[in-house]
């Protein structure tokens, strides 16, 4: 269901996987808001591979687009 990632950190993180998340959404009886879209794609192990539905609006960054922000903030 979840991933641990990096596992013999102390500080290691836990992942979903992406068919976990495209399972719950479609249970959803309704949208959810930006804030919870951005949580569950930062919750999520790989948030490139998850079919989104269509009301989603919060897509998540690929790995270059990532960079490229983290660079703009230095």
Do not use: G
């Amino acid at each position: 269901m979840a991933k641990k990632l990096d596992p013999y950190r102390e500080t290691a993180r836990m992942a979903l996987e992406p068919w976990l998340v495209e399972a719950a959404l479609a249970c959803l009886p309704q949208t959810l808001s930006p804030a919870y879209q951005r949580t569950i794609v930062e919750a999520t192990r790989t948030p490139h591979r998850v079919r989104w539905p269509e009301w989603w609006e919060r897509t998540p960054l690929i790995q270059s687009e990532l960079s490229l922000a983290l660079l703009w903030q230095i």
